[in-house]
């Protein structure tokens, strides 16, 4: 079975310092890695996926996030955050093998940045 | 920029009453895929469809939920009789085929309340 965990219910931070919203993993075999953001009211939207090669992946407005094979980990990461990205964030897995393509989400992280 | 097209986007019914939610996915998309997203909780998959067939309804309640994708493009799921506890975010979302990692592109949901 696939899980994905996102320890932090809630992230604060203030503008312009670093952002980071943590993501672990279980998967059987080899995961496939994505991270969607959500605002209020609208549907998720991606922001970056792993698959395979550099463990460092860059996404959209800025966000990168690396995988850590050892650590089952997927940290989102931003160097300086800006208040519009205070949203919900989502980390999602799916096992490479698996027979249903089935992606499972963690529960999410509210991140607020403050001005 | 295409995009999943949702509606409503906003129902209220009462229980015992019957709802239906209408997906049109990006053009082109094979793969379409229903979700339930209760209030503080990542989305949980309902059902998946590679263009006209299910591939996975496993957690779909099929005592009072349906869905259907006639001509493999656009999607209506279906509640008959709604109870409180489906009030929730349905969310579609379509990606261009099922086996490759593809990210999936979702639409702006549609909130159920149910009284």
């Known amino acids: 079975a696939q899980s994905v965990a996102q320890p932090e219910d809630q992230v604060n931070v203030a503008e312009g310092n670093p952002l980071t919203v943590k993501c672990t993993y279980s998967?059987?075999?080899?995961?496939?890695l994505f991270w969607y953001v959500q605002y209020p009211n609208r549907g998720l939207q991606f922001l970056l996926k792993?698959?395979?090669?550099?463990?460092l992946v860059k996404g959209s407005y800025g966000f990168e996030a690396e995988f850590n094979k050892s650590q089952t980990s997927f940290h989102l990461k931003k160097p300086s955050a800006l208040v519009s990205d205070s949203a919900l964030y989502f980390c999602?897995?799916?096992?490479?093998?698996?027979?249903?393509?089935?992606?499972?989400f963690g529960a999410g992280t509210t991140v607020t940045v403050r001005a | 920029e295409a995009e999943v097209a949702q509606s409503p986007r906003y129902k209220i019914t009462e229980k015992s009453q019957a709802v239906a939610f209408w997906c049109d996915p990006i053009?082109?998309?094979?793969?379409l895929y229903w979700y339930r997203q209760i209030l503080g909780q990542g989305p949980e998959l309902l059902v998946q469809?590679?263009?006209?067939?299910?591939?996975?309804d496993s957690q779909l309640p099929k005592d009072r939920f349906s869905a259907e994708r006639l001509k493999g493009v656009d999607s209506t799921l279906k509640i008959q009789p709604a109870e409180l506890g489906d009030s929730a975010m349905y969310l579609c979302?379509?990606?261009?085929?099922?086996?490759?990692?593809?990210?999936?592109?979702f639409g702006p949901g549609t909130r159920l309340t149910v009284t």
């Open positions: 999602a897995v799916r096992e490479t093998l698996s027979n249903d393509y089935k992606l499972s």
């Open positions: 998967v059987s075999g080899n995961p496939y």
């Open positions: 792993y698959i395979t090669g550099d463990n």
């Open positions: 053009s082109g998309h094979a793969t």
């Open positions: 979302a379509s990606s261009p085929q099922r086996g490759i990692p593809y990210e999936q592109y």
């Open positions: 469809f590679q263009d006209e067939s299910v591939v996975d």
